[in-house]
């Protein structure tokens, strides 16, 4: 969690580092902070709150804005409450080093009361003033340079960590390093300027040229000089890796859209495409998958598929299980990343881990891979963000490659994620014999409809924001569905309490009679997915159940549906498709109802309370 950005070079860095956490904003929104470097003075603005209240307080003086140096970090507490003095940057005890840091130091206490006995006092509740104080410590005591001090003190460490350190004894230079939480260096023409932050977007209109440093790395940025890699531990150095970006500006922009959140669900037609574009060959009945194909024999001789996720990625892992099982006819467990890193699990060199995850930065997802690589089992990540550390850590993976997510709240995430467990749910059934080539085409067929279906689907906001209207001020709702569609409930109920502060309950529809029946009155909103493929005379009779305790009845329905529209409340008619698709568009109309309701409530949509977009801490 936290963003941090940082320049150093000839332009001027406060538009390039205030631009640069609004950018970051999804990472954590707590609170924010800047430092400049100017006339041989650093100049630290801080606040809580949003980046645009620290803003306002640059905006009032123009040394708090000089400068060709600048550092700035948007947090997500975890040590010290979200307040002004808890903010980053942080300064050493002397003044001299200023930090910013994303990650946690677990051992920060240890530090902490160490140099306090030393007479270090602190000014804040932070593990992070705690570092930059030992970094200032290691460089008294040693007498050495700044990225050597920062590496001894790396070695006392134990925690994660993405941090810049700057030193206003020697300006010309910035010091990262990494470990566990992400870092990438923008390299400028000819080493002329540099830029750092979380993820490329704070830079990506002054450079495509940029460096992520890998875990237990550290980076000295010099100007005029190219970039020195080295380990943190053994200080060999490492060859700096410079990668051409392909995001483009447009991409991490609003585009005409009053929310991140409404655009990324517009754009899933296209994300949907782009997810299979070159991997679903319909003419020739094949799945084009490298990632499974230069690894075929472990999927095919895989006793278990264990799918490893959390939040919306871990519901898309649910709808992979029914997926891969219903079609390829392999085992699949679905767990939770949290609990099953810590569980004990019993993993064999026969299983295949999945791990899903949009960021590919989900402290606990990653910890599950590494458990999982440690037992022998063969992972194949599925991520969105290239370059990410579960795509690095994986074996094997494939991108979904649905452009990037700002909002919090997972869209097009979720959607792009469940079409690729479909391309490798039916790939293993192909190649294991359990469809033939003819049933493929037909099914790649269906899949190529479904952005057309997505687009049609979308023009019914209208009347999701009349349903919406009804049903904002709700207290509790229950989101029901079965089969392919239960993870959509799931999924529907994730997306209105995390946006809109209602609390809302997925379940499959037919446990209802075993404990939440006993919620429904007649205030109580009920969202059932009711298509007409996969159970439907069933939940037919779970909407009558519920019907008979006045409980209110928003049912989604295949087009032409007549049966449930006489008893539903409200209908929302989805196009028809085969039953293993329908979770792409039943998901559609759950996810602009919770936007408008949260729209209509007047929550900060894109920046929901408490949240933030990677969960980068366990
Ligand atoms: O980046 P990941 O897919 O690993 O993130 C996992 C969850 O934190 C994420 O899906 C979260 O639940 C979303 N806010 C839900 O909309």
């Keep these: 969690m936290c963003g941090i950005t940082g320049y150093i070079g000839f332009r001027d860095a406060y538009p390039i580092v205030i631009n640069g956490l609004k950018r970051l ?113 290691v460089k008294k005591q040693e007498g050495c340079k700044l990225g050597q001090a920062l590496q001894l003190a790396l070695n006392n460490v134990i925690g994660a960590y993405a941090i810049a350190v700057f030193d206003k004894t020697k300006p010309n230079e910035i010091v990262v390093a990494r470990l566990g939480s992400p870092i990438a260096i923008g390299v400028g023409k000819d080493n002329s300027e540099f830029f750092i932050a979380s993820d490329a977007s704070p830079f990506i209109e002054y450079t495509k040229d940029a460096i992520y440093l890998e875990d237990e790395e550290m980076a000295i940025i010099k100007l005029g000089k190219a970039i020195q890699v080295h380990k943190i531990h053994d200080d060999s150095i490492v060859d700096a890796n410079i990668q051409k970006l392909k995001m483009n500006l447009e991409q991490i922009e609003k585009g005409g859209y009053d929310h991140f959140m409404l655009k990324e669900i517009h754009e899933q037609p296209k994300a949907i495409i782009d997810t299979y574009r070159g991997r679903m060959l319909p003419d020739e009945g094949i799945i084009r998958m490298a990632g499974i194909d230069d690894n075929i024999n472990k999927f095919l001789n895989a006793e278990r598929i264990i799918i ?138 269906e899949m190529q409809l479904i952005p057309k279906k997505i687009e049609a689907l979308l023009k019914i906001e209208d009347k999701v924001k009349e349903i919406a209207a009804v049903y904002k001020d709700a207290k509790n709702c229950l989101y029901l569905g079965r089969g392919f569609n239960f993870p959509v409930a799931l999924e529907g109920a994730l997306k209105l309490k995390e946006i809109s502060y209602i609390h809302a309950e997925g379940y ?80 559609i109309p759950f996810q602009l109802l919770s936007y408008h309701i949260a729209v209509m409530l007047g929550k900060n949509v894109d920046q929901p309370r408490n949240l933030a977009k990677s969960v980068t801490v366990e």
């Design 508 to 587: 499959p529809a037919a446990e209802m009679k075993h404990g939440p029946i006993a919620l429904i009155d007649e205030n109580m909103p009920i969202f059932v997915i009711a298509t007409n493929k996969g159970h439907y005379e069933k939940v037919v009779s779970n909407i009558q159940e519920i019907k008979s305790r006045s409980g209110k009845i928003i049912a989604i329905v295949t087009e032409g549906d007549t049966q449930v529209k006489e008893i539903a409340d409200h209908v929302i008619e989805i196009p028809e498709t085969v039953e293993a698709l329908t979770p792409l568009l039943t998901t």
């Design 25 to 137: 904003e999804y990472r954590g929104y707590d609170s924010s902070g800047i430092m400049m470097y100017n006339d041989k003075q650093i100049h630290l603005s801080k606040t809580k709150g949003k980046v645009s209240d620290l803003e306002a307080i640059t905006n009032k003086e123009e040394g708090r804005r000089k400068g060709n140096i600048g550092m700035g970090h948007t947090r997500w507490a975890t040590h010290g409450v979200p307040n002004d003095v808890n903010s980053h940057p942080h300064f050493s005890q002397s003044g001299d080093l200023v930090i910013v840091h994303n990650g946690i130091i677990e051992n920060y206490d240890t530090l902490r009361k160490e140099l306090i006995s030393r007479g270090y006092v602190f000014q804040s509740d932070t593990d992070t003033e705690v570092l930059v104080n030992l970094i200032e410590e």
């Design 308 to 445: 490893v996720a959390c939040g919306t990625s871990w519901h898309a892992g649910l709808v992979g299980e029914y997926l891969i099982e219903d079609k390829a006819r392999i085992p699949v467990e679905v767990e939770y990343a949290s609990e099953f890193r810590y569980r004990n699990p019993i993993i064999t060199p026969k299983d295949i881990v999945i791990a899903i995850s949009q960021s590919g930065e989900t402290a606990d997802t990653l910890a599950a891979i590494k458990l999982a690589k440690s037992k022998g089992a063969f992972v194949f990540g599925i991520c969105n963000v290239v370059g990410s550390s579960i795509a690095r850590e994986s074996d094997a993976g494939a991108y979904t490659h649905a452009g990037p997510e700002i909002g919090v709240a997972s869209t097009k995430a979720f959607t792009t994620q469940i079409t690729l467990l479909t391309l490798i749910a039916l790939k293993l059934a192909s190649k294991k014999g359990e469809v033939s080539k003819p049933e493929l085409r037909v099914f790649m067929q």
